[in-house]
């Protein structure tokens, strides 16, 4: 089954899908209690769902059974209720397949992109030559201005989403964009620090918007068999962004004047103005259209989506069964929710985000926030905004060598997420966790200790130097294979479907406040000791070992009922039989059974 996200989301809760979900089509489970991992946020009216049925199912047998169609394919599974259906090829061949839905993805990336460059782009910055002697800036000062980017991409990724569900998502884009642009533009003009602080909270705004509305609409126009290739280009994005920035740095610091630190932070406006002009031509989310009740328009959207006419889509049952999963879904969220169709006020908005802190979901609304919590305070943001500071608190010296190790870290983290995407779901979350948070505490307490020790005499000391810079590479490896990744898995892991899209927009939220707090303290922080710096990640990290041990539950591959069992509730399973009435009042089911019953005649 094609699975959405919830326009609460930020664009965190999408790195879900580039780890675990596209195997081979989309899955849905109308009955029984294997997990749905979905993420929807769809709507159409609603319907009292009876949560004592439980459903025949669609063709009773004990084997997988494959339907081909002239447009996909579809395979009911041998418990008669789960599917799998695509409309092409997996892999290279199905981006191939699907290259108009690749070339939008492609434009929405750039989202991405713009985030990590300016997430890579301020470490070289803040050691300029003609920045520090324009502007000195004190520790406090440094942290405001590294800081007040993600308090602006709070504000961003949080209105964002009211935005994306009210007008469009291309147009979200764009304007976020257009803020992105001007936030850039304060900041490479600048003619004292206060236009670069205002440039990086206004910047931020675009910068957390984008987060959100990139990777929403790239989830929201993916064909099933390549949601998981094409959601990757996000991440791809991010960490490319984050190089290109830090390495255009380097290479422009040695140039004369303010042009060393103006060009690096000037560039960033181009790939806004590129995915501002290229979203005025991507076709609008079907999930959206059917969000606002536009169904025949999302159709024909769809249908431009899988290159397939107007007229074929009418006809195309694959078509017909991805628009009514969006109305269960959205149906589902609204009845849970106690949402009037069409209509949001304060209050119900107030009333569907406090019950994530009642006792049916506040376990599970405090896994959510306290892995956001512990990704950030492990230190690894620490590195990115203040890499070439940090560097030399552990014995380097010269530029070029603070520069090039600071450099190493961003590289690290990208080659030590490819096998997280690979084997997470094989070795599991907790176990993932544990790993990675040991080796992370252990790294920064041997950095703690050869700081404490050799801080004072580092030039006599150069084994001892090198030795922390393997530190904090092994501490960047193993962040990029649990906590890093994993982070953004485990939200949309615990919270059922109704309730998913706001437990990981509030877990988020967590991210975006402690990145804040991350970028502002830590120069106060290594101004006092850089000793008691790595000490308090260190100590973070191992707190996070124990959270891991004792307290998270494993999430992979584990059923509605475990998971439920966990929390000591039955929300999972409720609303897994909520939506299978959802599903039969609205012809779902028996759209499928004449699609089985009918599939060998076409």
Known sequence: MVRTLGSSNLYFELKTHNLKENRGGGYTQLSGSAEDSQHHHEHTNTTEART?????????????????????????????????????????????????????????????????????????????EDFLKRWPVTPLQKGIMTAVLELGALAG?????????????RHSIFFACIIFCIGSAFQSGAQSLGHIIIGRAVGGIGVGALSMLSPLYMAEISPPEVRGSLMALEQFSIVLGVVFGFWTGFFTRSIAGSASWRIPLGIQIFPG???????????????????????????????????????????????????????????????????????????TELRAWGQLFKPKYRGRTMIGVLIMVFQQWSGINALL???????????????????L????????????????????????????LRGGSALMALSHFLITLLVFQFESNWSQHTLAA???????????????MSLGPIGWVLPSEVFPLS???????????????NNFLIGLLTPVFMEISAAATFLTFASACFLSYLWATYIVPETANVSLEEIDAVFGSSAGREDMLRREQIAEDLGLRDLIRELTGQSNRE
């Open 52 to 128: 004592d049925n439980v459903y025949e199912p669609l063709l009773p047998h004990s084997n997988p059974r494959d339907f081909e169609l002239r447009a996909g394919s579809f395979t009911l599974q041998p418990d008669g209720q789960g599917y799998i259906y695509a409309y092409g090829p997996k892999g290279i061949h199905g981006l191939i397949h699907n290259y108009y839905a690749l070339v939008c993805a492609l434009f929405a990336s750039i989202g991405g992109l713009t985030f990590g460059y300016d997430q890579g782009v301020i470490a070289n910055v803040l050691v300029m």
């Open 157 to 169: 990724a949080l209105s964002a989403g009211i935005l994306a569900d009210r007008y469009s998502r």
């Open 273 to 347: 103005i590129i995915l501002a002009i290229g979203c005025i031509f991507l076709p609008p989310s079907p999930r959206l259209l059917v969000l606002q009740g536009r169904y025949e328009e999302a159709i024909t959207s769809l249908a431009r989506l899988r290159l397939l006419s107007r007229e074929e889509a009418q006809t195309n049952r694959l078509i017909q069964i991805e628009i009514l999963e969006m109305r269960t879904e959205i149906t589902l969220i609204r009845q849970t929710q106690e949402l009037d169709e069409g209509k949001s006020s304060l209050r």
């Open 385 to 403: 905004y203040y890499g070439p500071s940090l560097v030399r608190s552990i014995g380097m010296r010269g530029d070029d060598i603070t520069l």
């Open 405 to 432: 190790v600071s450099g190493g870290i961003g590289i690290t983290q990208f080659l030590a997420v490819l096998p997280a995407i690979l084997y997470i779901d094989r070795l599991g979350r907790k176990p993932l």
């Open 466 to 480: 090198w030795t922390a810079v393997v530190c904090i590479y092994t501490f960047t490896a193993a962040y990029g």
């Open 499 to 513: 309730m998913r899209s706001k437990g990981v927009a509030l877990s988020t939220a967590s991210n975006w406040l």
